[in-house]
Structure formats: C-alpha cells, structure tokens
C-alpha cells in the first residue's frame, strides 16, 4: 500500500518542483512546499524508504504504533445500518477501518469518496498528498479539495486532477487530464486515454447538505506551517524514529561483529605434496580450500603479527547487548512521550519499574489518543452514511434515510482503572480471576513476573483430617 503511495509521492514531487498547483487546477490549494516535503517524509517512512533507511532499516515502531491502534479500534467498534440500500458499502468501509486508522495515525488523514460505478455504492480512500485541500469551513469540514491520480496507459503516463468544491448547497466536480512529456505536463482531453475516456468532464450534486467528500483526520494542531492541513500523530518524532532505527542497526551491527572468529595462518592448511621443485628446491603444498560453516568461522592470515608469532588466535567479543538495548529503550521511551501516548506502547515495561499508578497513567495516555480516532470515526461515519443514503435516492437504489448505530465496545472501565481494579478484586473474590493477573494488568509485568510477585496462598492444616 505505501509502497505504491510512496512511488506516487516521487512523481508528483517533480511536478510540484516545476509547476504550482493553481496552474494545473485553477485553485489554490493549502498545501505549503514545506507541508508536502513532510508529507512526503512520512509516506516515505511508512514504506520503510525513508531517507536513512538505505544504511537503517526499520526497527518497526511505525508498526507498533498503527498496528497497536488498529487493534483497539478494530476490536470496539460495533456498525447496525438499517437502510439495506447503504449497508453493504457501509460495513465494507468498516471492514476496512484498519487504513483510515493507519493513514490517519502515519500519513495524518485521507479522503473518503463515496460514488457510484458499477451499478452500486463504492467509495476511494485517498491518503493525504493523493489529495490536496484548498478550503475548510470554519467547524473544519473540508469543502474544497483536489484529487489527483497517477495513471498508466501503455508507456504514456498522465496525471488525472479532480477538483471538488461544495458551496454550501451543491457539490461541484470538475476533472482535467495531463500527459506527461520530458518531466513536462501537457493538458489532453479526458478521451486521450483509455481510463478516463468515460469520464464527465463535469458534473454537479444539487441539494446536498453537506459535501460528497469526507476527510478522516488527526485532531492534532499543524505545527509545521500551521494551517488547517491535518499533520500525522508522529509529526515531531522523526528524528527520534530515525534515532531508533540507527540504533537498531548499529545493535545489529555489532551483533554481526561479534560472531566467534578464528584467524589461523594460512600454512596450517598447507598439505605437502612430499617432492621438492627441480628449479628451486622448495617443497611443493597445496592449500586445502574451507567450505560449508567453517569458512564462517575461519580467517587465513600470514600470521598474527604478535611477537609469539602465534599461529592460531581465537575471536570472541564480549558483547554490550545490556547498554545498547537500555539506550534503544531510552529512545523508544522518548518517541512515547513526545507522541503522548504512554509507556509501553513501543517500549518494553519489562526493562523499568513502574508503580501502577504509572503505569495505569501510561494506559490512560494511550485510550485518550484512541478515543479521539473513535470520535473521528464515529462522526466520520455518519457523514458517509448521509452521503451514501443522498447517492442511494438519486440513483433510485432505496430511500434517502442515513440513519446508522455506532457502539465502542469499550467497557467504561478501561477509561476509569479505579473501577477497573475493583471489578478485578470482585473477580479475584469470586475465584473467577487469579491474583497473579491483577499484577499483569494493572503493574504491567509479564505473567512470569506476576507469578512470581504475587503471595503464596498460606496452606492451613485440616484438624479433622486423618493425620492431624
């Protein structure tokens, strides 16, 4: 997926080097040179092509942290749309709630677009720098932006911008194609290529209350040109990610430099052939080839240079696995201050001692950034339901009725620990939960941990049994 964005992103960038986009749109869209570059950084981290990624690799904590919002989000929510002519594409998007989660937490939002293709309801997700906001209503509704699509037809390449503007009481959608010639872009009709041939130039949703376009996207304000273009949960943490992934290389590295080693002069692997040369004198030798794992494990050297004159010498480091992990942690626990979103959600509990008021502090930090992608869902949603029901009338498909039930499934008490650890004392009361799992959850150790710190059930001796 952002493989595809990322290749994308490195095409329209030297066409946003060379033209604005008000020439190719005729609006001016809110997109700074400064904004697109990070947009441009953070799609390029999401697929592991970040520019230091060529001497780093990931370590994986933009995974960590997009997998591990997933999986609340995906786990709570709960969808009941009773109009039949909107549930099928409904509970497709939500299926699919795992990308507006990623795109909203690594790129900083996307753009649904909900349409009609295919005699039914579909709809596009269109990640951030795929699409380019020219104007916000006061509230923040996006009302006027530009989608823009790399397409391929045979060796012609072009680019297809689809301007959207909603004026309060219609939509307007407006769509031009450009064929790119030596880095050059040249306007062409839309019938120039075979993917757009069928396309209406331009068209207009009359009577709408709202626009036929919805943006999913961080709540965070913009700190890098502060205009109302949403900016990814991990804007401010790049140099701290790229920290993390030269740290993980440099562990790696040194893992690899320290594998057992023995260098052994070459003549211990000379076989004499028993005659000597008739030119010189010298005995003949042949030097026995090493194959399979020793040759992993054996240098040749012309001796070692040591004043022994030794002829084998053993390799074996002591490695600095406990520093190099500590400062890898000491990383991963900055990027989960400077993201707010708690201890423990890239870094390993196990490696610091945390009371559990700290560490119920860590967990509470994380639901708050979670709640917030939920509110957006959930707000979200309903206005997709409304413009798919507004599509479903026009189309004849079933009535104009957007009503839809959205239910997080979130048991109140992982937003309140206080009641959280008194129904875990019922629990653990009624003999329905062990003691050892209260100290997983609520100390965050791991469950040998738990085991071990929790007190022994005293034993009594029975009076009336046989042996007392």
């Given at each position: 997926?952002?493989?595809?964005i990322?290749?994308?992103?490195?095409?329209?960038l030297?066409?946003?080097?060379?033209?604005?986009?008000?020439?190719?749109?005729?609006?001016?869209?809110?997109?700074s040179?400064?904004?697109y570059?990070?947009?441009?950084?953070?799609?390029?981290?999401?697929?592991?092509?970040?520019p230091?990624n060529?001497?780093a690799k990931?370590c994986?904590?933009?995974?960590?942290i997009a997998?591990?919002?997933?999986?609340?989000?995906?786990?709570?929510?709960?969808?009941?749309?009773?109009n039949?002519?909107?549930?099928?594409?409904?509970?497709?998007?939500?299926?699919?709630?795992?990308?507006?989660?990623?795109?909203?937490?690594?790129?900083?939002?996307?753009?649904?677009?909900?349409?009609?293709?295919?005699?039914?309801?579909?709809?596009?997700?269109?990640?951030?720098g795929?699409?380019l906001?020219f104007r916000?209503?006061?509230?923040?509704?996006?009302?006027?932006a530009?989608?823009?699509k790399?397409?391929?037809?045979?060796?012609?390449?072009?680019?297809?911008?689809?301007t959207?503007?909603?004026?309060?009481t219609?939509h307007?959608?407006?769509?031009?194609l450009?064929?790119?010639?030596?880095?050059?872009?040249h306007?062409?009709?839309?019938?120039?290529?075979?993917?757009?041939?069928?396309?209406?130039p331009?068209?207009?949703w009359?009577?709408?209350?709202?626009?036929m376009?919805?943006?999913?996207?961080?709540?965070?304000?913009?700190?890098?040109?502060?205009?109302?273009?949403?900016?990814?949960?991990?804007?401010?943490?790049?140099?701290?990610?790229?920290?993390?992934?030269?740290?993980?290389?440099?562990?790696?590295w040194?893992?690899?430099?320290?594998e057992?080693?023995?260098?052994?002069?070459?003549?211990?692997?000379?076989?004499?052939r028993?005659?000597?040369d008739?030119?010189?004198?010298?005995?003949?030798?042949?030097?026995t080839?090493i194959?399979?794992?020793?040759?992993r494990?054996?240098?040749?050297?012309?001796?070692d240079g040591?004043?022994?004159?030794?002829?084998?010498?053993?390799?074996?480091?002591?490695?600095?696995?406990?520093?190099?992990?500590?400062y890898?942690?000491?990383?991963?626990?900055r990027?989960?201050?400077?993201m707010n979103i708690?201890?423990?959600?890239?870094?390993?509990?196990?490696?610091?001692?945390?009371?559990?008021?700290?560490?119920?502090?860590?967990?509470q930090?994380?639901?708050?950034?979670?709640?917030?992608i939920?509110?957006?869902?959930?707000?979200?949603?309903?206005?997709?339901?409304?413009?798919f029901a507004?599509?479903a009338?026009a189309?004849?498909?079933?009535?104009?009725n957007?009503?839809?039930?959205?239910?997080?499934?979130?048991?109140?008490?992982?937003?309140?620990?206080?009641?959280?650890?008194?129904l875990?004392l019922?629990?653990?009361?009624?003999g329905?939960?062990?003691?050892?799992?209260?100290?997983r959850?609520?100390?965050?150790?791991?469950e040998?941990?738990?085991?071990?710190?929790?007190?022994?059930?005293?034993?009594?001796?029975?009076?009336?049994?046989?042996?007392?």
């Amino acid at each position: 997926m952002f493989e595809k964005i990322r290749g994308f992103f490195m095409n329209l960038l030297g066409f946003f080097r060379t033209y604005k986009m008000d020439e190719l749109t005729g609006v001016h869209t809110n997109i700074s040179k400064q904004m697109y570059d990070k947009i441009d950084l953070w799609a390029r981290m999401a697929s592991g092509d970040a520019p230091w990624n060529c001497e780093a690799k990931p370590c994986g904590v933009l995974d960590q942290i997009a997998g591990r919002l997933n999986m609340f989000v995906s786990r709570e929510i709960g969808l009941e749309v009773p109009n039949e002519a909107i549930r099928p594409v409904m509970e497709h998007l939500n299926h699919n709630v795992d990308v507006l989660v990623e795109y909203i937490a690594l790129l900083g939002g996307c753009l649904v677009r909900p349409l009609y293709a295919n005699s039914k309801l579909q709809y596009e997700a269109v990640p951030l720098g795929h699409y380019l906001p020219f104007r916000y209503d006061f509230d923040g509704t996006l009302t006027g932006a530009v989608v823009l699509k790399n397409i391929i037809d045979g060796e012609k390449h072009y680019i297809l911008t689809e301007t959207h503007d909603f004026d309060g009481t219609s939509h307007f959608v407006r769509c031009k194609l450009y064929r790119e010639e030596n880095n050059l872009l040249h306007e062409v009709s839309l019938e120039s290529c075979n993917q757009t041939k069928d396309l209406t130039p331009e068209y207009v949703w009359k009577n709408c209350k709202r626009p036929m376009i919805v943006e999913f996207r961080n709540r965070a304000v913009n700190k890098v040109d502060g205009s109302r273009v949403p900016v990814a949960m991990i804007c401010g943490a790049e140099d701290l990610i790229e920290k993390a992934d030269r740290q993980f290389e440099r562990m790696d590295w040194e893992q690899r430099g320290g594998e057992k080693r023995i260098f052994a002069d070459r003549d211990m692997f000379a076989r004499r052939r028993g005659f000597y040369d008739n030119k010189d004198g010298v005995v003949q030798a042949e030097v026995t080839p090493i194959t399979g794992d020793l040759n992993r494990l054996i240098v040749k050297i012309d001796g070692d240079g040591s004043a022994q004159g030794e002829k084998i010498h053993e390799y074996s480091p002591e490695l600095r696995t406990t520093q190099q992990n500590e400062y890898l942690q000491q990383i991963f626990r900055r990027i989960e201050l400077t993201m707010n979103i708690g201890k423990g959600s890239v870094s390993d509990l196990e490696s610091v001692q945390q009371t559990a008021t700290q560490y119920s502090g860590g967990r509470q930090e994380l639901y708050a950034i979670i709640d917030k992608i939920e509110d957006e869902i959930t707000e979200k949603y309903t206005r997709c339901a409304e413009i798919f029901a507004y599509i479903a009338a026009a189309w004849g498909l079933g009535a104009n009725n957007p009503e839809i039930y959205i239910k997080w499934n979130d048991d109140q008490t992982r937003k309140d620990i206080e009641k959280a650890k008194q129904l875990a004392l019922q629990e653990i009361n009624a003999g329905v939960k062990n003691k050892w799992e209260y100290r997983r959850d609520f100390y965050g150790e791991d469950e040998n941990t738990a085991k071990t710190n929790t007190p022994a059930e005293p034993v009594y001796d029975n009076p009336f049994s046989l042996g007392a």
